[in-house]
Structures are given as C-alpha cells and as structure tokens.
C-alpha cells in the first residue's frame, strides 16, 4: 500500500482553510490542520476527514509568535511518525490569516504590525522552517486575495501584506526548485465566512454590490476555493509554478 501524501493547512479549523482541508482529503491527501485557540472547531474537522477515509490530526500554532515554530515543527514530526508513520510532509499550505478593514488615513501601526505578523512575517518564517520537513517534489499553496489586482477601500495594509506575499512566491518558485517543489498562490475573492467579522456574509449592501460586479453574479463561498488548492497538490498540477491563480468569479473584469 503507498504512503498518502500529506498536507499541512494553517487556519484549517473553520472557513476557507476547513473546506481546503475536507477537499484535500477527497482527493487522497492524508492532513495537518493547525488552530490558534479552538481546539474543538478543529477536532470537528479532523473527524470528517476520518470519515472521508484519510488520516488527520491538529496541532495549534499562533502564526505570529515566531519563536514557537521550533517547538510546533517538533510536535508536527512527533504527530507525523505517530499517526501517519512518515517523516516529512509533501504539501504546505499558508492559510492562517485575518482581515482589518481600516482606511490608510485611520490605519494604525499596531494593526499594520499585527497585519505584517500575521500574512506576512509568519508565513515567511514558517515556511522556512517547514523546508526541512518537506519531501522533495512536494508543494506549497500561499493564500492571498483578488485585492492585490483590485482596490477596495479600507484594504491598504491587508492587501500591501499579500502583494508581498505573492512577490515572494515567485521568489520561493525560483529557490526551491532544485528541491522540484512548486510554490503558486491562490487569490480568493471577496468570500462568505466569518473572515473580517463576517462582512461579505452579514452585510446585504456590500454583498449585493459585489455580486454586481461579479461576472457569474454572486460573492464566493468557501466551497468555491478549497478545490482549488488540492487541485495544486496533485500530479494534474505538476508543471503549474509560481503563478497567481484568482478565483474569484470575475470580479472586475
């Protein structure tokens, strides 16, 4: 019987990460799935990939504290040799994220520092670390967002961080390939989950508007992206790297 690749999902607890994680099961990838302080929102998760047919377990991680990565990749290599006897992970996913709506003229530093922790400096230092703990010929899937090509107002500081996100794939891409491990983003659109309190989801307005500017003519759901992702980590995506891959359903075009 073949080993199953593995996934590691950051955020996969609830929302886009959680559907990342259910569809990344579905096409045979056993899963990591990291949470920052609702341990029971992840267990949820890790039973229903059990129930698909592949191995799961959660370990918490705060992407912001740095100086925890050492001891979360410890606990990463204990879970890997007592759950899924294996050594390394073949899939990074960098989903963990929140979103701070605030206009450039009000932004304050301590929510641009806590923006630059979170999307930018924590994702940047945890895949560094993880490079150890990823087969050669693996992947890595970085999550960004449709406002990096469009411009909504009050966005200035989320999506300044996933522009340099997305320039450092490119840069990641070129690095690692020797190592034959691929490195894309996914830029999702404006999106119906509790991401930034729920505003795309609760607020009738703005939901309305972006489905008027959309082409297909409605927001996404998270069911819209999580294929996606275990799209990235499968043979059929062997020769996609460094690209930018908007899923979005057309908004602004």
Known sequence: MTQSKIALVTGGSRGLGKDMAIKLAQKGIDVIITYSTKKAEADIVVDEIKKIGQKAT??????????????????????????????????????????????????????????????????????????????????????????????????????????????????????????????????????????GGGVVRDNTDLNNHISSITALGRVGLADDIGGVVAFLCTEDAKWINAQRIEVSGGVLI
């Open 58 to 195: 959660s370990i918490q991680l705060n992407i912001t504290e740095t100086n925890t990565f050492d001891n979360f990749f410890n606990n990463v290599k204990n879970e890997l040799v007592t759950k899924f006897n294996a050594e390394k992970i073949d899939f990074l996913i960098n989903n963990a994220g929140i979103g701070i709506y605030n206009n450039f003229s009000t932004t304050t530093e301590e929510q641009f520092d806590e923006l630059l922790k979170i999307q930018f400096k924590g994702p940047f230092f945890l895949t560094q670390k993880a490079l150890e703990f990823i087969n050669d010929g693996g992947g890595i899937v970085n999550i960004s967002t449709g406002l990096t090509r469009f411009a909504f107002a009050g966005y200035s500081a989320y999506a300044s961080m996933k522009g340099a996100i997305e320039t450092l794939t490119k840069y990641q891409a070129k690095e690692f390939g020797d190592r034959k491990i691929r490195v894309n983003v996914v830029a999702p659109g404006a999106i119906e989950t509790d991401f």
